[in-house]
């Protein structure tokens, strides 16, 4: 075979590529969203998928850009990947619906989607694109493609400047000021450094059940948005501490129990910390709007500084709460009470 006639069929192999692998950018259509749920559910199993069906309409449009990667084969849906990008801390973006038809594994689709989600973050500025993995397959692939795991969490994270994750989590989290507001989309993507941080206390929200990563694995990655969302699902409402740049730097939540009572706690970033008495006030105050029973924290036993921090705003401590499992270890609680509700 002449040269001419070998690169001649590598470049037909390459646009018959680019025909079959499309980016679509949300919203997506209605018909294109019925294929996709029903692709996932077979790859991932019949589980509440992190991102809701109205994302991908294009509800959170305002807030962030979501963009689609989708290869075929023939007709046929083969393999796919997800982005989500903050428009107010274009810095960052989450990475997920990372699927490959079985049929069709083993031959690298869903690496060529990420490698060209990858590609795109990079040259819109993007700096830090976290995802979760339990699969140690899929980490090793990530791994190839920059992305490295966070300590004390089943996170990765590919940090565009080359720096490890903790050293971009240090230079991001810098000093400055933030405003206490009632969360929304916006906080979607920003929230998931918060949450990775080694933070000292051991419960940071109890609500929601997020730990610091010094005491248990972290999980959750774009998940983390849906666990807090629960709580306003449920009759409750969450804050959040925000700077100009778009960064959360603390969350706060009010959840309603099953008896009425509400349920309050909040953490912030240490060089953040005076955020932490706003958060927690604008907690209580909304859950003394929404209801007229009683509200209280439950604090781990070993979180002195936080049982100190909620008795300056008029907590007692009234007895033993539920204990936490942090990784298998079983470490008690107290619950305290506001006075006076």
């Known amino acids: 075979m002449r040269a001419s ?15 079959r692998r499309v980016r679509y950018k949300v919203p997506l259509s209605e018909a294109l969203i019925d294929e996709l749920f029903p692709f996932w559910a077979s790859v ?21 850009e979501g963009t689609l990667y989708l290869r075929r084969e ?8 997800f982005t989500i990008q903050s428009k107010r801390a274009p810095s960052l973006a989450g990475f997920s619906e990372v699927a490959t038809d079985p049929l069709f594994r083993g031959r690298g689709l869903a690496t060529e989607l990420c490698r060209e989600a990858v590609e795109d973050f990079r040259g819109a500025g993007g700096e830090a694109f976290f995802l979760g993995t ?25 940090i565009v400047g080359g720096e490890s994750p903790e050293a971009f989590l240090v230079s991001y989290f810098a000093a400055g000021e933030a405003t206490v507001v ?22 940071l929200d109890a609500n929601t059940g997020v730990f610091s990563t010094r005491y248990a694995t972290q999980n959750s990655c774009m998940g983390l948005y849906v666990r807090f969302e629960r709580v306003r699902s ?33 953490f912030a970033h240490a060089r ?28 781990s036993v070993e979180d002195e500084e936080k049982q100190s921090r909620f008795e300056s705003l008029g907590f007692r401590g009234t007895g033993a709460g539920q204990a936490f499992d942090l990784d298998g270890r ?10 006076g509700t």
């Not at 009632?182 to 906080?187: L, N, R, T």
């Not at 925000?242 to 909040?266: P, S």
Request: aromatic share 8%; hydrophobic share 45%.
């Open 234 to 266: 449920g009759g409750g409402t969450w804050f959040a501490a925000m700077t100009a740049e778009g960064k959360a730097v603390g969350l706060a939540t009010a959840r309603r129990d099953d008896d009425g009572d509400f349920q309050i706690d909040a």
């Open 182 to 203: 009632e969360a929304s989309p916006a906080v979607r993507i920003p929230m998931i450094p918060l949450a990775l941080c080694p933070h000292d206390w051991q419960v």
């Open 134 to 158: 339990v699969n140690p397959a899929a980490a090793r692939v990530y791994h190839r493609l920059g992305w490295r795991k966070l300590a004390g969490a089943n996170v990765m994270a590919n």
């Open 272 to 299: 953040f910390a005076d955020a932490w008495d706003e958060l927690a006030l604008a907690a209580i105050g909304r859950s003394q709007e929404m209801g007229e029973r009683g509200c209280y924290a439950v604090v």
């Open 74 to 81: 023939g007709e046929r849906l083969a393999s796919t990947c």
């Open 5 to 19: 006639d070998r690169t001649e069929g590598m470049e037909a192999e390459l646009k018959l590529k680019e025909k």
């Open 44 to 64: 991932f199993g019949e589980v509440l998928p992190d991102i809701a069906r109205e994302v991908f309409l294009g509800a959170e449009d305002a807030y962030n």
């Open 330 to 339: 079983r470490v008690a609680s107290v619950r305290m009470e506001l006075s």
